[in-house]
């Protein structure tokens, strides 16, 4: 029992799977990383395996999706990040441009799918036209809307509506079920491809306060532990402090003997070397003070 306990709570530290309050996103999976089976299912063949979705499983979320996908699932946890921040205008406008241009993309990769293929000119323009008057948008675009390659004219106006829209849309196959797992019933978010459970993710991170986010280091999408945690690992935090240093170090001015001046190799060294054993502790106690001030 100890042993199942350490196991969870390990696994609740560097893998999580879940939040407090978090619903499960269950996908499918193979024997071996099986936790339970399609209980919610009708019976018209043997149970499929399931899993709950891991942080790992975001950090190698471009394994399962094209080049569009993954352009489209980083600008909407781009957008969810910077809707969480509402002063931070720059970031919604970059958030909403990104997902301008994964749609672009989609609409070139997606070409040969379009259900205007077959259609002649003449039917076209008609689709075209009568589609533009529903939707209000130019008789090609409201097509491109129709087809689900492009957003509405509301959810183009305003960033909430847009985040709405395609969260949601990329939900069209998941549901909320109620899972008879190996600690006893839950209700959990079934998406029965990999694709679907980022969006459930998305979707349970744009309402709290832990979110996902994208981090610096490696690009790769990532659960917070903490609400100001802004790096999938310590070991990318520090790696990007330091790079960003280096780079600081390059673009600074050469002024002799001033403080801002170009250190020399030995002085970089020195100073990377006092960072990486005083200088952490430091920060660590101070954060520590600040903390017991608090409370
Ligand atoms: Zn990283």
């Given at each position: ?24 996103v269950l996908i499918p999976t ?20 399931v899993r709950m979705l891991k942080?790992?499983d975001l950090k190698n979320a471009r394994k399962h999706l094209t080049e569009w996908e993954a352009q489209h699932l980083h600008a909407i946890i ?24 994964a749609h672009?993309l989609q609409?070139?990769q997606r ?37 689900r ?17 395609e969260v949601s849309m990329e939900l069209d196959d998941a549901r ?13 978010i079934w998406c029965p491809a990999m694709r679907a459970g980022f969006y459930a993710r998305a979707l349970l991170s ?6 996902l ?7 790769e999408p ?74």
């Open positions: 029992m100890l042993t199942l306990t350490l196991l969870v709570m390990q696994r609740g530290k560097y893998d999580a799977v879940t939040q407090k309050g978090h619903l499960p193979s024997a071996e990383q099986r936790e339970g089976w399609t209980t919610f299912t009708q019976e018209l063949g043997p149970p499929e395996s942080n790992s781009a957008l969810i990040q910077a809707l969480q921040k509402p002063a931070d205008s720059i970031a919604l406008t970059r958030a909403t441009e990104a997902v301008t241009k672009e609409r070139v070409s040969d799918r379009r259900l205007t293929a077959g259609l002649d000119p003449k039917a076209e323009a008609d689709l075209g036209h009568a589609l533009a008057h529903l939707i209000g948008l130019p008789p090609q675009q409201a097509i491109e809307h129709f087809e390659l492009r957003p509405g004219p509301r959810a183009s106006q305003d960033p909430r509506w847009l985040l709405s829209y909320l079920v109620l899972w008879w797992s190996e600690d006893g019933l839950k209700p959990a744009a309402v709290s306060a832990k979110g986010r994208i981090c610096p280091h490696c690009g990532f659960l917070q532990e903490r609400s100001d945690q802004d790096y999938c690992s310590v070991a990318h935090r520090e790696a990007y402090r330091v790079a960003r240093w280096r780079s600081q170090q390059k673009k600074a001015p050469i002024s002799k003997g001033s403080k801002g001046g170009r250190l020399k190799p030995s002085q970089k060294q020195a100073k990377l070397e006092w960072w990486n054993g005083e200088g952490k502790l430091r920060k660590a106690r101070e954060r520590g003070r600040k903390k017991e001030s608090r409370s």
